[in-house]
């Protein structure tokens, strides 16, 4: 018989561990109400008060695999800046690259030759010719789609429901039976999203190709796995019947793997050859330090460079003063050149396994319905067994009270999980120690929720 939880012992529950969070947070708590007088919602970004606790916990200091708070409490992250931190904090190379940069010139609005060797590592591992880079995958995902819109010209994109790829206008979007809208919580969208995306469910090729028949799709922009709703992994079969189809109908394949680039040195893209025409990738691209990069194919680099001249390339909608700037670029060289290895994988992928059969020994002995899924160096479990199979399964297993709980529980004990997920990132610094000290955590949270 699988556990049910009880929310109104889940509720005291909370509110113990609430207890416990305040009292031991004084430093973290004295900086949140100062911080109401100057910065809006009193944190530096709005998503920011959404952590579990009645207040974000402000950090010191941190390297490798654990950080330290204001309070003097150490923790280990799991979450690591949300896959900003995949190469642990402040690797010591990256330090002293990124310093060398700093005195050396940050940004000229001219090449180094760092660019030229990050563009062709990135040629090396994903297979694309191409290169360009910005600061954030919000916006490579941004200019990858204008590209494909313009070589294409036509005028939608297709996502997954549930998708997330940043703070793209075209994706905060929702399907709701059948219907395309502004995904819930949508801020001031400038038009109804309905206008310039189409959505489907993932791992439906009925549906893919219903909505690419329009001949109206630019370029699907998809994470090879979903990560942002659960991990949600293609069925098997499922990428090379999609890629067919997306060609079949003239539209264009973005692979967005900033978070799926978890899966290997080469992504999915080189794990599953998935053959993209363009790719996507931020956040762990430079150990931090803002950069986002997208390539494209031979085909795509040919029929965009048609359609660009010279007297107009600055002012197209794709640029940025501060993109392709030279401390990026150090950053990104020195993360592909020593952090985010081959070897460093071979380390990193195994925790991630101990990780989930740790978690999975522990749902099946307390016989809840949960389930946990793994992808390379990333594992996260979900309210639900089986596992879902697309976003709209997968949210509506959701329970934010219990997913609070959970979070702030492993937080009192020292443990940082990613918010508005219970997902768990290794990096090449985090040890075995690190996770069986979640797994003994997450024991004892089971223990409670289902005694
Ligand atoms: C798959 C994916 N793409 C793009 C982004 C956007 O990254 P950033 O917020 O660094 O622009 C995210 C952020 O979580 C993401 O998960």
Redesign the pocket.
């Known amino acids: 018989m699988a556990a049910k939880i009880d929310h109104e012992k889940l509720k005291k529950l909370h509110e113990r561990e609430e207890k416990r969070f305040i009292a031991e947070h004084p430093r973290s708590a004295e900086l949140y109400n100062r911080a109401q007088g100057s910065l809006l919602g009193g944190v530096p970004m709005n998503w920011m008060k959404k952590w579990a606790g009645a207040f974000p916990v402000f950090v010191k200091t941190a390297k490798g695999a654990h950080f330290t708070c204001v309070d003097g409490r150490e923790y280990v992250d799991l979450c690591l800046g949300?896959?900003?931190a995949m190469t642990g904090h402040s690797p010591e190379v990256v330090a002293e690259a990124i310093c060398k940069r700093l005195r050396e010139g940050i940004t000229f609005m001219l090449p180094t030759e760092d660019a030229v060797w990050v563009g062709e590592e990135l040629k090396r591992r994903f297979g694309l010719p191409y290169w360009q880079f910005t600061?954030?995958?919000?916006?490579?995902?941004r200019f990858a789609i204008r590209i494909c819109r313009e070589i294409t010209q036509r005028s939608k994109i297709l996502v997954f429901h549930y998708?997330?790829?940043?703070?793209?206008d075209e994706t905060v979007v929702s399907l709701k039976d059948g219907v395309v809208g502004p995904r819930r919580g949508n801020l001031g969208p400038a038009v109804n999203p309905a206008e310039t995306t189409r959505v489907v469910e993932f791992n439906d090729l009925g549906a893919l190709e219903d909505a690419l028949k329009h001949h109206d799709v630019a370029c699907v922009l998809a994470?090879p796995a979903m990560?942002?709703v659960g991990i949600i992994l293609p069925v098997n079969g499922y990428w090379k019947a999609a890629r067919e189809l997306i060609r079949k109908y003239g539209s264009l394949l973005i692979a967005?793997?900033?978070?799926?680039i978890c899966a290997g040195p080469g992504g999915c893209t080189k794990e599953w050859n998935l053959e993209p025409d363009l790719f996507?990738?931020?956040?762990p691209i430079g150990s931090g330090i803002?950069g986002?990069t997208y390539g494209c194919s031979e085909d795509v680099a040919r029929r965009i460079a048609a359609r660009i001249n010279l007297e107009d390339c600055d002012v197209g909608g794709i640029g940025g003063t501060l993109a392709g700037n030279a401390l990026s670029l150090a950053a990104m060289r020195v993360t592909l050149e020593k952090v985010l290895t081959a070897d460093a994988y071979k380390k990193m992928i195994p925790l991630a396994k101990r990780f989930n059969d740790g978690v999975a020994k522990e749902i099946a002995a307390r016989g809840l319905p949960w389930n946990i899924q793994q992808l390379g160096c990333r594992a996260e479990y979900t309210f639900c067994n089986p596992a879902p199979r697309n976003g709209g399964e997968s949210a509506a297993a959701g329970d934010f009270e219990l997913e609070r709980f959970l979070h702030l529980h492993a937080l009192n004990r020292g443990v940082l999980l990613t918010p508005f997920h219970n997902m768990a990132l290794m990096c090449p610094a985090t040890s075995e120690a690190d996770v069986d000290l979640h797994t003994k955590i997450f024991a004892e949270a089971a223990r409670e929720l289902t005694s």
């Open positions: 949300d896959t900003g600061l954030t995958a919000t916006d490579a995902n998708c997330y790829h940043g703070t793209v994470e990560t942002n967005d793997e900033t978070h799926t996507v990738m931020g956040k803002p986002g």
